[in-house]
């Protein structure tokens, strides 16, 4: 049985351009995004990759990436499963703001605790761990399941709501997810055994 769960970040969107805090600002994808979604779509098909069901978040450059990988693929008749756990994690007051600016104004140090502190919210916003604490659940409930039943998954997401997945599946803690940097459109590719440890991982870059 294959177990297979491919995990994509969706391609630039106009904000991650505009060095803008985004979180559930529902943004578009840029003309590099769209590029970006089509060629994890080329990369997915050359491995000779197919899929039983997708899933997304409720925000449209995720959305717009999957659509584009599953042209790509020749399997835009895939029942696509769209759901706010799996959306970025919430910016609070930061969205809108530019990341620089953001920079300038409160520090450096203050700035960097906010992005990639593990359990320290920006104001008004979630931290990877309240993230994560609605991502997994969903995980656990909906598409792990059928991962571990055979069918074969793929999840396109943000870069927040996908390092909440991965502390998970690579048993990571905080401290190290919090380091890893995941690029857009990159299809990062999870075999698992039957009790959900990874068998294999390896993602397509470049
Ligand atoms: O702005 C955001 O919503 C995210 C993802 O682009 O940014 P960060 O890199 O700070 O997690």
New binding site residues.
Partial sequence: MERLLVLVRHGQSE??LKNL???WKDVDLTDKGVAEAISAGKKLKDEGLRFDACYTSALKRAQRTLDLMLAELGQNDLPITRDQALN??D?GDLVGLNKDDAREKWGDEQVHVW?RSYDVPPPGGESLKDTAARVLPYFKEHILPRVLGGERILVSA???SLRALIMDLEKMSGEEIVKRELGTGVPMIYRLNEDASVAEYRDLKG
Avoid: C, I, K, V
């Fill in positions: 904000w991650n805090f985004t979180g970025e994690r910016y992005r943000h870069g927040n």
